[in-house]
């Protein structure tokens, strides 16, 4: 995600969560992943502690941004 994502989801009333960044500290390479490692048949796939993390993430965003009604941009 980069600014203008930002941007865009800010336009239509969105909130982005960026948990590539919350996440920068967390490689399959890590002492504690929230990824796994190069395993088939999804390689790279979020783990129990990324789900939650990311779950946490996104419950964070909702209690700072309260509910909001839904626009469509025009």
């Known amino acids: 995600p ?3 994502d930002a941007c865009r989801c800010g336009g ?4 982005l969560v ?12 890590s002492a504690s ?3 796994y490692g190069f395993r088939l048949p999804l390689p790279y796939h979020p783990n129990a502690e ?3 993390a990311m779950a946490s993430l996104v419950l964070a965003a909702l209690e700072t ?3 909001r009604r839904a626009t ?3």
């Open 2 to 4: 980069d600014r203008d």
């Open 12 to 15: 239509v009333g969105a909130t």
């Open 18 to 29: 960026n948990a590539a960044a919350a996440g920068a500290d967390h490689t399959a390479c």
């Open 33 to 35: 992943p929230w990824v």
């Open 50 to 52: 990324g789900r939650e």
């Open 65 to 67: 941004s309260g509910p």
């Open 72 to 74: 469509m941009p025009s």
